[in-house]
């Protein structure tokens, strides 16, 4: 959201004219809808992201650092279990 929002104040103060914004949001939104039904793997990535349970979720547990580090901390992925 952050992306989209310094994209939009720099569209805004190069003073691009609006249709030409619109028209490019629309294009983008259309391509992202046409990935999403031709490919795949990249309707498998948005499905996941919308359903977190449903798929592969091995990099977010790897990835939690709050289970497996330590107070002193021990680096990413140094830590030793209980």
Do not use: N
Not at 11 to 35: D, E, K, N, V, Y
Not at 48 to 63: A, H
Request: positive net charge.
């Amino acid at each position: 959201m952050l992306v989209v929002m310094v994209w939009g104040a720099m569209f805004f103060m190069a003073r691009l004219p609006w249709p030409r914004i619109w028209h490019s949001a629309a294009r983008l939104q259309r391509g992202i809808f046409t990935a999403y039904l031709m490919i795949p793997h990249v309707a498998g990535r948005i499905d996941r992201f919308l359903k977190p349970g449903s798929g592969d979720t091995f990099q977010v547990d790897t990835g939690d650092l709050s289970r497996s580090s330590r107070v002193a901390g021990s680096g990413a992925g140094r830590a030793r279990e209980p």
